[in-house]
């Protein structure tokens, strides 16, 4: 199983990829919303190739046919993603995947795939959307992981540094933060507080 790092941003374009790993994010997500394919491959192309330089992990959320054209090497995808995306074709590719889940049956229906990681949410109350589904809390998270075994756990929504460092001490293997980094004052200070933070998570 790949191994995770543990402070885990998502950002919605190639500029904010570019100001996250250049305050030391080894992992981050490219999330972008509501782009024609021109606008979608420009930014994957731009963020893939920061993360290249700096030595850093891309995961592309959602556009998994550009990230088989652009030669990403990991792709995350939410349940709906999952009606529509060739999962074959990005295994075939080499392309690593990791699923978003809410509930048991998505749950069951994520592990059916042999995916890289399991992301669990919301944990807390979320400021980024509106969710159809109840916060899940800590304990969750101690469950999810003994059902996934080995396979990294990704927890997300509401996080924040000590929240984080809960959700870790809980059994997750990687904290998701989007909202405490872009909606703070100082983004690229507030990416290396979270670094410092979970280089010693809480104890539970």
């Not at 919303?33 to 963020?47: C, Q």
């Not at 290249?52 to 939410?78: K, P, S």
């Not at 000590?162 to 989007?178: F, K, M, N, P, Q």
Request: proline share 5%; glycine share 8%; net charge negative.
């Amino acid at each position: 199983m790949i191994a995770l790092d543990r402070f885990y941003p998502i950002v919605e374009n190639a500029d904010w990829v570019g100001r996250i790993v250049g305050a030391g994010a080894r992992l981050v997500q490219l999330r972008a919303k509501d782009l024609s394919p021109d606008e979608a491959r420009r930014e994957i192309v731009a963020a893939r190739d920061i993360c290249a330089a700096a030595g850093a992990q891309l995961v592309v959320n959602d556009y998994w046919a550009l990230a088989i054209e652009e030669r990403c090497d990991f792709v995350h995808l939410g349940q709906g993603d999952l009606d529509t995306a060739d999962i074959h074709a990005l295994y075939a590719a080499g392309i690593r995947l990791g699923v978003s889940t809410h509930d048991h049956a998505e749950l069951q229906r994520a592990l059916a795939l042999d995916p890289d990681y399991i992301a669990l949410g919301p944990i807390y109350p979320t400021l980024l959307k509106q969710m159809p589904f109840a916060p899940q809390g800590l304990e969750r998270i101690g469950e999810w992981k003994s059902l996934i075994g080995e396979r990294p756990l990704v927890a997300i929504g509401g996080l924040t540094i000590e929240r984080a460092r809960l959700a870790l001490a809980a059994g997750a293997d990687s904290a998701a933060v989007v909202t405490d980094i872009v909606r703070a004052a100082d983004p690229q200070a507030q990416t290396r507080a979270w670094l410092a933070a979970l280089d010693t998570p809480a104890e539970s």
